[in-house]
């Protein structure tokens, strides 16, 4: 066995990076004016890997606040928008033994970025971001170096009463209280 020990573990051996920049188009009930509006909102997602990459899937929905009508009426446009994105992944090592777990992290949520009233007039575009970082947990083999000998237990030093026997307790000077 020598002085070396290789121990099997989990370890994060890949990770992967992806910001996404889409567009939506929202078909309201009533012809929009103005935008007065849009956010996201009830995002959901999960993620597995698929050969060297994590495909997160996912939905999440936009609502569109905008007035109609020469702006004398106001409405609200929801669109459930469903997405995957691929993210590819760089492996920092080469000798994994299992690679099973995903994890996936939300850097950023959905969020709108611009919306705007479409050249015809009768649809809205929105401008949706998110960012998701993914990490592959698996099984790799590490080898450590043994020290030589066994530990010394006389190296260690407890006594920390020794140090406190001197200490004066009256160290406070009465009438400096606040």
Known sequence: MGNTREIITKAVVAKGRKTTTSNHTIRPNHAPSSILGAWIINHS????????????????????????????????????????????LKYKDDKTIA???VIAQVLQQPNCSEAIISSDGDKIIVTAEREFLVELIGETKVTILLGEGEPDDDDWDFDLDEEFEELNPDFLVDGEEE
Do not use: Q
């Open 45 to 88: 997602y999960k993620a597995e890997k698929v050969d060297k990459t994590v495909e997160v899937t996912g939905h999440f929905d936009i609502n569109c606040w905008y007035s109609c009508e020469d702006n004398t009426k106001t409405d609200v446009a929801t669109e459930r928008v469903k997405y995957k994105d691929i993210i590819k």
């Open 99 to 101: 690679d099973k777990e």
